[in-house]
């Protein structure tokens, strides 16, 4: 049986493995220092936005197809309730302030509607924190993120939810192939830096998550 031994090491060989490996520690190091850096940037251009939005969330009472179509009338009659109110809006803090306060409000609204579709689902309405994928409104795609919202709840919450932006409006029954309102576009010019209102018409790469499949490649986590 041969034992091992550093000895019986070429020196060459082991010179090029150790400079290999200081090579590659140093490349990982290197790039997970660009995810926290690149991470930070993206947490902060998030927090500017959400900071300038209030985000409208609504979560059907289950995934059958009379349940989703509920879905849709109550979201039409909250937005039609807060449009009538919105011209007065010069903030997104305004708007979920008069949300906030007429949860009550805005929770017998969605209760008409649901009355009025022949069901008879509790429903609540608040203002709060939510967690939103990457959406695109019209010309502009919003980050993904935490965004303060108007949540409403119908009945047990369990189907798929729906989502949009109150302020300043950018609720469509088709976000995709909508044309955003020059209002809202005005508003978000002069509430947002240049640079951030740039990047929600043409959104950067998410780099950062490429980077960390690399790493996963390398480093697989099993």
């Known amino acids: 049986m041969n034992n091992f031994s550093f000895s019986h090491t070429n020196p060459k060989i082991l010179r090029l493995g ?3 490996g200081i090579l590659t520690a140093s490349l990982c190091l290197a790039a997970l220092i660009w995810i926290l850096v690149a991470g930070m940037i993206e947490a902060s251009y998030v927090s500017r936005v959400a900071d300038q939005v209030l985000r409208f969330h609504v979560i059907a009472n289950s995934d059958s197809p009379a349940d989703q179509a509920l879905k849709l009338e109550v979201r039409d009659a909250l937005i039609a309730y807060m449009a009538d109110n919105g011209e007065s809006f010069d903030s997104a803090d305004e708007a979920a302030a008069f949300a906030e306060e007429h949860c009550g409000e805005l929770a017998e609204v969605a209760a008409d509607a649901i009355r009025r579709a022949g069901q008879n689902y509790p429903v609540t309405a608040c203002v709060t924190w939510c967690s939103f994928p990457d959406k695109t409104y019209g010309e502009l795609t919003f980050p993904a993120g935490f965004y303060r ?25 088709d976000e995709g192939t909508a044309s955003i309102p020059e209002q809202s576009q005005e508003k978000l010019r002069d509430t947002l830096d240049e640079k951030d209102y740039e990047r929600l018409e043409n959104p950067r790469p998410q780099l950062r998550f490429k980077l960390l499949e690399w790493l996963q490649d390398i480093f697989p986590l099993q």
């Open 18 to 20: 150790i400079i290999a």
């Open 149 to 173: 919202a108007l949540q409403v709840k119908i009945g047990a919450a369990e189907g798929q939810n729906w989502w949009c932006i109150l302020y300043p409006l950018l609720c469509f029954t």
